[in-house]
């Protein structure tokens, strides 16, 4: 009767400890949305920097004037302009090197002129990004600016590519 009544207080024990421990996890692992923006922020992947203007707690933080709200907005938006163009030339180049490189017969020449497509493409919108923060250094005053270097408004990039993950010539977005 006392090892019935033991088993049966260590099963109890586990499921507890099982159910205490487990469950909580679980329901919390898929919040809804899957932390996703909703709206029109749902497309926009990338905010750039000059995006603050966005948020009426950032502007009220930065103590923005309504001028460099404008300012703020007029730059982003231009900036946004140039990174979508950008995109959408880069977006066709990786659609041709994928087809050159699916060939049986592959094109050394084709792909490295494809290559250094995407790499002025590339070098192009990493310039339009320094020029973005030399916007903001212009329409923003320097304690803006400190306070601005303490935000992290740009997520990290990931590390090295794994097993399964997309070539290289693919955008990192």
Not at 11 to 36: E, H, N, S
Not at 42 to 71: D, Y
Not at 85 to 109: P, R
Request: aromatic residues 10%; positive net charge; glycine residues 4%.
């Amino acid at each position: 009767m006392n090892l019935k009544f033991h088993k049966n207080f260590v099963a109890c024990f586990i499921v507890l400890i099982v159910t205490a421990c487990f469950i909580p996890a679980i329901a919390w692992a898929f919040p809804p949305g899957d932390g996703k923006p909703e709206g029109f922020a749902a497309k926009c992947h990338h905010r750039s920097v000059l995006g603050i203007w966005r948020n009426p707690q950032m502007v009220e933080e930065f103590k923005l004037t309504k001028e460099q709200v404008k300012q703020l907005r007029d730059a982003d938006f231009k900036f946004r302009a140039g990174q979508l163009e950008l995109k959408s030339q880069l977006d066709s180049l990786c659609l041709q090197m994928d087809k050159a490189v699916s060939d049986d017969n592959i094109d050394s020449a084709a792909v490295l002129q494809l290559a250094k497509k995407i790499s002025d493409i590339r070098g192009e919108m990493f310039v339009q990004s320094i020029e973005l923060y030399l916007a903001a250094e212009k329409h923003m005053n320097a304690d803006q600016i400190r306070k601005l270097k303490l935000y992290d408004m740009h997520p990290k990039m990931r590390g090295p590519m794994q097993a399964g993950e997309a070539p290289p010539w693919t955008s990192f977005d």
